[in-house]
C-alpha cells in the first residue's frame, strides 16, 4: 500500500482524490498496490466531504510522516507550492504537479533536488492537460531528434476563437458569454494574453533542447485583438485562426513563440475546436505525430497527476530521469524568423501598403468586409515586416501564417 498527500483540494486536487477512488481498481493493477490519499493539505475545512477527516491545514504533518512517498502539488502559483515541494524532495517524498507556472520556472531545480534525494519530480498535467504528452516525448521519443512541437495549449482561447469563427460574435461578448459559463476566469489575462500557453511552450521547449527555455524569452502574443472581420478573411483563405505555441530547432538554434495564426485548414490543427487541446511533434525519424484531448477541466487533468503518481508507485526507489535541465538556452532571435504575414488596412492606404510591401503582394477579399485592403505578403523575416508595418498609416489588424 502507498500512501500520498494531496496538495490543494480545488478543482484538480479534487479530481486526483476522485480517480484515486473511482479507479481505485486499475490504479492498483497498474501500480502493483493500492494507492491510499493519506492527507489533503488546505486552508479550508470541507464539513460533510467523503474525505473530511484526511483534510489537514499544516504541511508539517505531511512531511513528517514517513509513510507519505508521493506528494501531488495541484494548488498553483509559485509560492507556497514550490517551499512545499522543496522540502517534501529534500525529505526524498517524489513530487508530481500540474502547476505550470512552478515546472516554468523552477522545473530544472526541482528536478536536480529530486536525483539528489533519489526521489522524482514529475508534471505531466503541467501541459495538455490529460493528453499523455509529456511521458511520451520523454520515453517513447527520447531517442529522436524532435524538430518542431506545435500546439494549440490552452482551452479557453481555443473556445473562444471556436465560438467566435461558428457565431460571429466578437472577442468581447464570447470572453463575457465564456465566463458566464466558467469557462473562462474571472481575470482571463492569464489565458487570452497567451501566457498560459507561453508557460507550456516553455516546458516543451525545454525538453525538446534539453536546457532551461526561460518563459520570459519566448515573444508572446494573445488573441484580445483578434476581429470577426478576421475570421471573415480566414475563411476567404479556407483558413483557422488559431493561438499556437510553436517550438522549433533550425539552422541558427531553437526558436519558440506564441501567437494567434492563420493555418490552412488541411492542416489537422486547424480543425481542433473548442476546449480541446492538440500537439503536433515533429520527429527526425518519426515524423508527425499528433496527441489530441483535453487540455483542461477535473477529471482529465486529475487522471494525468494519478499517471504520474503510478510512475513513480511503480519505480520506487529510482530517481525517474526527466529531461529537464539547469543550462539556460539562449532563443534564436524571433527577428530572423521567416514567414508570411496577412496585413488589413484601410482601404485610402492601399496604394501606400502595395509600394510599403511590394507588387508581390496577395489581395484577399473578406465576403462581408467593406472598406479596407487585405492582403497576404510574400515570405518576410519578422524584423523586415515590422519596419514595413510600421510604415503604414493606418493598419487594422495583421496575422502570421503557418
Ligand atoms: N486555463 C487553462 C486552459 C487551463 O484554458 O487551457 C489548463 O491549463
Request: aromatic share 8%; with cysteine.
Amino acid at each position: 500500500m502507498a500512501k500520498v498527500a494531496v496538495l490543494g483540494y480545488g478543482t484538480v486536487g479534487s479530481g486526483v482524490v476522485e480517480v484515486l477512488d473511482v479507479n481505485a481498481k486499475e490504479v492498483s493493477e497498474s501500480a502493483g498496490e493500492k494507492i491510499e490519499v493519506k492527507y489533503i493539505l488546505d486552508l479550508r475545512d470541507f464539513p460533510g466531504d467523503k474525505h473530511e477527516t484526511q483534510v489537514v491545514h499544516d504541511i508539517n504533518i505531511i512531511l513528517d510522516d514517513p509513510e507519505i512517498e508521493v506528494i501531488c502539488e495541484t494548488m498553483g502559483g509559485i509560492e507556497p507550492a514550490f517551499s512545499f515541494e522543496k522540502s517534501a524532495l529534500e525529505r526524498g517524498k517524489s513530487v508530481c504537479t500540474s502547476n505550470k507556472e512552478l515546472v516554468a520556472k523552477c522545473g530544472p531545480e526541482l528536478v536536480e533536488l529530486a536525483k539528489k534525494n533519489g526521489a522524482s519530480f514529475l508534471f505531466e498535467a503541467s501541459v495538455g492537460g490529460g493528453i499523455p504528452l509529456l511521458r511520451t516525448i520523454n520515453d517513447s521519443m527520447k531517442h529522436e531528434k524532435i524538430d518542431s512541437i506545435t500546439g494549440i495549449l490552452n482551452g479557453t482561447t481555443n473556445y473562444i476563437l471556436t465560438k467566435m469563427d461558428r457565431e460571429g460574435m466578437g472577442f468581447a461578448t464570447v470572453l463575457k458569454a465564456a465566463q458566464d459559463k466558467g469557462y473562462a476566469e474571472k481575470n482571463p489575462e492569464a489565458d487570452v494574453e497567451g501566457y498560459d500557453a507561453c508557460r507550456k511552450i516553455a516546458i516543451l521547449s525545454s525538453l525538446m533542447s534539453g536546457k532551461h527555455v526561460n518563459y520570459e524569452d519566448i515573444y508572446t502574443e494573445g488573441i484580445s485583438r483578434i476581429s470577426i472581420e478576421d475570421f471573415d478573411y480566414a475563411r476567404a483563405l479556407n483558413m483557422s485562426i488559431k493561438l499556437l505555441g510553436i517550438c522549433k530547432r533550425g539552422e541558427s538554434g531553437y526558436s519558440s513563440i506564441v501567437s494567434p495564426f492563420l493555418i490552412p485548414n488541411e492542416n489537422p490543427l486547424a480543425n481542433v475546436n473548442g476546449v480541446f487541446n492538440a500537439v503536433n511533434v515533429h520527429g527526425n525519424m518519426l515524423g508527425d505525430v499528433m496527441f489530441y484531448g483535453k487540455g483542461a477541466g477535473k477529471n482529465a487533468t486529475a487522471s494525468a497527476v494519478v499517471a504520474d503518481v503510478i510512475d513513480i508507485i511503480k519505480h520506487r526507489g529510482r530517481h525517474i530521469d526527466v529531461n529537464l535541465k539547469s543550462e539556460e538556452l539562449t532563443l534564436s532571435p524571433k527577428d530572423n524568423t521567416v514567414r508570411q504575414f496577412f496585413v488589413r488596412v484601410q482601404e485610402d492606404v492601399r496604394n501606400q501598403a502595395v509600394e510599403v510591401f511590394g507588387s508581390g503582394i496577395e489581395e484577399v477579399k473578406g465576403e462581408n468586409v467593406h472598406g479596407e485592403f487585405a492582403f497576404l505578403t510574400g515570405d518576410l523575416s519578422e524584423k523586415d515586416f515590422w519596419e514595413r508595418l510600421r510604415k503604414l498609416d493606418s493598419v487594422k489588424g495583421y496575422l502570421r501564417l503557418y
